[in-house]
């Protein structure tokens, strides 16, 4: 019983020292999971499928971000106007390459299945099996090893939280994840595009005898999507790289993330995803780096234990 | 019901065709008169994935080996290279190994490179007593528990490098309160083991961790780990950390640290020790100052000369002084070599492949690393002094730097 206090209390103080910096880095994180876990959510929503080829958006946002990055900056030094144009830039054109990589996946891997009235089972193995194409050509076309990419900041602290640096590495993810996420959340609930995807995924043959274009809500689905996938590759780029595995498991946590906050809901998944990130950036404080991910899932477990649903619960049709 | 005859009779001539060919084709290597009996010298090692730099570069050295040896005229047979890559993935090796155990020509392999590869293919190679040289394969552990004696390796093993290491950043660099981290691999937990053990040896204060590769270097684990970790590192007073592991997962950790504002000392071993480092550290300068090292022999152990015009070729102009492990590739083809101009290569494959291995447990030779002689459990022969070098990433316009750093040569043990 001692030791457990001792065990608690020592941490507990290491957890002091450290608690805002590990906050900061896990909501950085957090945005990005969250970012890729609506790519998840928003497909689940309508097709009731899971979209396991979504790492390879990810990732290809992170390379035609990368290669944006190298023909613009080289070996320059972007000055500040350059700066926020280059990051824009790189938002833009990793989302856009990946709403491209997901609209091709939706068109080649799952809508011929669709048409088809296949099995679930299809969709999963149509699913991987895209995976393995799209990271195995990356690798051959890119190589196999990891690039730094060109970035366009200096990244230096540019505040102080309760004795924390924020870095601006961390604060253009928690500016261009929010306004990412709160734009889609605002989409969905408000526009013509947003009440269709919620119909669909509310009862999808209704849906079209209602007149919702549902080959169309789909296509757009896996756009949105894909564009929040692609731009979080390229967030995620500029502090790790782009390699053809990047996706794997970033990918893999933002699906947890996805369930975690309730499958087919928009802001569980953001909850979900900021959640997943701070515990394991807090696990460092607590457990031994090999058991992060370890941590990570036994949240999971946890929650669904008590919630089955995820926090938020599935609110398929009302992902607003 | 004549025609099904004569197509059965066909068939049946055909057949026995095709099963007379088979011994000729088995027997290819030695069945022309006039040419010299072909023998194969495979090389097994990472060529692809996230770690593949320094699997390559030994590649570059086998295939220089080869070609020197075969253009010199003076060998009783021709020599070709066959390549087996095993990702540097102890997953992978097995495979790797047992298709070069099938290749009916491969008499001695170079390599694996990567310890934990090497330990799980040595069992297959053990088996059909073929000998394996390893350029880099380092692991204290693999020296020992391996049968029949057909492990070799050219260079000195972790014990040797970890300990030297581990006086490098206690007595030279004056760390006092060290990490030792190490990326869950054979090779990085062994090698962080050592150093952890002699650095507290040396009286430093120690704490050990261990972080599993990452996604993005062909592990599992989550990039992201690294930012957390080097979030606690700075807060944790440390003044040196020591990284068991690869370049890939090295890199990402330096560019975490560098994030989170780290200035303590910085160093890992000779699986960081390529210029792959710098190029996948994010940015580049976040690798500025870190030291490694390597169990390169010396400075003296790169090509010089019309070597290294030869070998430039080859690399498509990368120098071996930044190929780390190219030489020693190329000395542990040429011993091979060696053995086999020493011994009868008469008899079955197997006769041949166990007369090379045994014949290389005697031999003594003089390689451009150094002079290459084997103890009895594979292990190079000599203490190791003066063989592990140390090296620093600096800021570089020399040719050949990445981003305006290179990695230079500051020491040695």
């Known amino acids: 019983m001692s030791g457990m206090i001792h065990f608690f209390s020592s941490h507990f103080a290491t957890l002091s020292h450290e608690f805002w910096p590990l906050l900061v880095g896990g909501l950085a994180t957090g945005f990005i999971y969250a970012m890729v876990a609506i790519g998840y959510t928003l497909v689940y929503g309508v097709l009731r499928l899971i979209n396991f080829a979504h790492s390879e958006v990810f990732m290809s946002g992170g390379f035609a971000s990368f290669f944006l990055m190298k023909w613009l900056i080289g070996s320059s030094t972007p000055n500040a106007t350059e700066t926020v144009l280059y990051l824009i830039a790189g938002v833009l054109v990793g989302g856009f390459a990946g709403a491209a990589v997901a609209t091709t996946l939706e068109r080649v891997a799952y809508r011929p299945l669709r048409r088809r009235n296949a099995p679930k089972l299809a969709y999963l193995i149509s699913a991987i099996g895209a995976s393995y194409f799209i990271f195995n050509l990356a690798a051959k076309e890119f190589g196999r090893i990891n690039f730094a990419m060109a970035s366009p900041f200096i990244n230096h602290p540019l505040f102080t939280i309760f004795g924390a640096q924020v870095y601006m590495y961390y604060v253009i993810i928690l500016i261009v994840g929010s306004i990412m996420l709160v734009s889609l959340d605002r989409l969905v609930a408000t526009s013509k595009l947003g009440r269709s995807i919620r119909a669909v995924a509310q009862d999808a043959e209704t849906a079209s005898l209602m007149g919702v274009n549902i080959d169309r809500t789909i296509a757009l689905t896996f756009i949105l999507g894909g564009f929040l996938g692609g731009a979080a590759g390229y967030l995620y780029g500029l502090s790790f790289g782009v390699v053809y595995t990047m996706g794997f498991t970033p990918a893999l946590k933002a699906f947890t993330a996805a369930v975690l906050g309730g499958i087919g809901n928009l802001r569980g998944a953001v909850i979900g995803g900021l959640l997943l990130g701070v515990v394991e950036s807090m696990a460092v404080a607590f457990v031994n780096g090999a058991y992060i991910d370890v941590v990570a899932f036994a949240v999971l477990v946890l929650v669904l234990l008590f919630r089955p649903t995820g926090i938020l619960g599935e609110r398929l049709g009302r992902t607003a | ?361 005697k031999i003594s030779y003089k390689g451009i690393t150094g002079t290459i002689a084997f103890q009895s459990d594979g292990n190079l022969a000599g203490s190791g002094a003066g063989q592990i070098d140390f090296y620093q990433v600096t800021a570089s316009s020399a040719t050949g730097n990445v981003g305006g750093y290179a990695i230079t040569q500051v020491g040695h043990n």
């Not at chain 2, 004549?2 to 066909?10: E, G, H, L, T, Y």
């Not at chain 2, 095993?86 to 099938?102: E, K, M, N, R, Y």
């Not at chain 2, 957390?228 to 040196?240: D, E, F, K, W």
């Open chain 2, 1 to 361: 019901m004549k025609i099904r005859s004569s197509k059965v009779a066909s068939l049946v001539v055909a057949s026995a065709a095709m099963l007379m060919t088979v011994p000729m084709i088995g027997t290819a290597a030695t069945s022309s008169a006039a040419a010299k009996p072909v023998y194969v010298i495979g090389y097994e090692g990472p060529l692809s994935g996230g770690n593949a730099q320094l699997g390559i570069n030994m590649k570059w050295g086998v295939e220089f080996a080869i070609q020197q040896a075969n253009a010199s005229g003076k060998l009783p047979f021709t020599l070709q290279a066959k390549w087996y890559d095993d990702q540097g993935s102890g997953t992978l090796s097995p495979a790797q190994a047992q298709a070069a155990v099938a290749n009916n020509q491969l008499v001695a392999v170079v390599g694996p490179a990567f310890s934990g590869a090497t330990k799980a293919a040595e069992p297959f190679y053990s088996n059909a007593g073929i000998a394996t040289v390893s350029p880099s394969a380092t692991a204290a552990a693999l020296a020992t528990g391996i049968s029949n004696n057909n492990f070799m390796r050219v260079v000195y093993g972790d014990d040797v490098q970890g300990s030297a290491d581990a006086k490098f950043l206690v007595s030279t660099k004056h760390v006092s309160k060290l990490l030792v981290l190490d990326d869950g691999s054979f090779y990085g937990s062994g090698l962080a083991a050592v150093v952890a053990t002699a650095a507290k040896a040396d009286h430093a204060t120690v704490t050990s961790n261990s972080y599993p590769q990452s996604s993005n270097c062909g592990g599992l684990a989550s990039s992201t780990q690294y930012t957390s970790l080097a979030t606690q590192i700075v807060s944790s007073g440390v003044n040196g950390v020591f990284y068991g592991g690869y370049y890939c997962d090295f890199g990402l950790l330096l560019g975490a640290l560098h994030t989170a504002g780290y200035t303590g000392v910085v160093m890992s071993g000779d699986g960081s020790e390529s210029t792959a480092l710098i190029s996948g550290t994010q940015p580049n300068s976040a690798a500025a100052g870190v030291y490694l090292s390597a169990a390169g022999g010396g400075s003296g152990g790169n090509f010089t000369g019309a070597l290294e015009t030869g070998f430039l070729k080859i690399s498509h102009g990368v120098t071996s002084a930044n190929a780390l492990y190219a030489p020693q590739a190329y000395d542990a083809t040429n011993v091979i070599i060696a053995a086999m101009q020493k011994v009868s290569l008469t008899g079955s494959l197997e006769a041949k492949r166990i007369a090379i291995r045994d014949e290389l447990h």
